[in-house]
């Protein structure tokens, strides 16, 4: 056995995770890959082909560059707990008037604790995957910060994971940018991992249409909500819409009504079936309320604190001050930010370090009107 330790490696057959495991191997850890199968793509019922991390071709890749480095690759099929934690959790926020983020749930949920599992039965200290982030050990904590490449980084999708699960997982590529990733799979002669396709897709929507999702998971789902109101902010109705599930907020593409002005759906009333449109600037919030939290810089929030928050994954961030009162953290924006969806996970960052995050459980229009 290695003296630097056995690592299990989560190996999705893209070119990130694909040279993480290189990179382990290479510095000499006794290296085990593992693919997990999470979603089987005929059981979604959409019309894309099958590609992406689950699919045989990536398993494929994954094993291949596992026999040519001499190192053992296993498949681990999580279609079961899957299913019944993140598809039925996206199913229901959407139920429930909100947008669910499946890839940071099933991240902290799902693929770290079947992973450390795995790992325990196989002798492994670490496990490994190929996401651009970095952690520290400091005062105690482990400490998420930003991945080297700021266009890559993935820290915004880690904010779940636990301090104990932290403790023992690595990420090879934090201190790299994405063309060195790629120049070093060229180095070793793996080319064709430099021209494979990557997906931002959701993993069991191949088709990138959640609606269509939500009508073949629901039996008479478009009956139960067809006929709702589309409101503006004052309650006045301007329309029919499709049914308050098939909406999100921030929306403006797709919402088949003219008003005479840009409209976004600025709120989702589940209760009513009714989808609140208004301007780009009624879309604006002063703050919101984050529930669920994971902390990773600090054990909690001590008074006031000065941050940068994302409110979604390609958010640039936007600069507040958050409180924590119980389990809940407040959010004070100083100028508005727009499309703050609840469902949706908050991120909180001093400089390149993840404080923690939560999810959304809503927004407020005034300061005044926090309490």
Request: aromatic content about 10%; some cysteine; charged content about 25%.
């Amino acid at each position: 056995m290695s003296t630097k330790g056995r690592v299990l490696v989560a190996m999705s057959g893209g070119i990130d995770s694909s040279v993480a495991a290189v990179m382990l191997h290479e510095q000499g850890y006794e290296v085990i890959g593992m693919t997990m199968k999470t979603w089987d793509y005929n059981s979604s019922g959409g019309s894309k082909k099958e590609t992406g991390c689950c699919s045989l071709d990536s398993i494929n890749d994954a094993r291949d560059i596992a026999v040519n480095l001499g190192f053992p690759h296993y498949i681990l099929d999580i279609r079961e707990e899957f299913g019944d934690y993140v598809i039925n959790h996206f199913t229901n926020e959407y139920l429930d008037g909100r947008t669910p983020n499946p890839c940071v749930l099933c991240n902290t949920h799902i693929k770290w604790d079947a992973l450390l599992r795995r790992a325990d039965k196989l002798g492994c200290d670490f496990i490994a995957t190929g996401h651009y982030a970095n952690i520290r050990e400091e005062n105690g904590r482990f400490v998420i910060s930003k991945g080297k490449d700021e266009n890559k980084d993935q820290s915004y999708a880690l904010w779940g994971i636990s301090q104990e699960s932290l403790s023992r997982t690595m990420f090879p590529l934090g201190n790299l940018h994405k063309t060195e990733i790629r120049q070093m799979a060229i180095d070793r002669g793996f080319t064709a991992l430099v021209n494979k396709s990557e997906s931002y897709e959701i993993c069991f929507v191949p088709d990138n249409d959640y609606r269509g999702f939500l009508k073949r998971r629901v039996d008479g789902l478009e009956e139960k909500v067809k006929g709702g109101e589309f409101v503006l902010e004052d309650g006045t109705v301007v329309g029919k819409h499709e049914g308050y599930p098939f909406y999100t907020v921030g929306q403006r593409k797709g919402l088949g009504i003219a008003l005479g002005f840009p409209a976004y759906v600025i709120e989702i009333n589940k209760e009513k079936n009714q989808v609140v449109l208004g301007t780009f600037d009624e879309l604006a919030r002063d703050g919101m309320y984050v529930d669920q939290l994971n902390l990773s810089k600090f054990s909690t929030v001590d008074g006031r604190i000065d941050t940068v928050t994302k409110v979604r994954y390609n958010d640039a961030g936007s600069p507040a001050v958050i409180e924590q009162v119980g389990d809940t953290i407040k959010v004070f924006f100083g100028k508005g930010v727009s499309a703050i969806a609840p469902g949706q996970a908050a991120v909180f960052y001093d400089g390149n370090d993840v404080i923690g995050g939560g999810w959304i459980k809503s927004s407020f229009h005034q300061l005044a009107n926090a309490k």
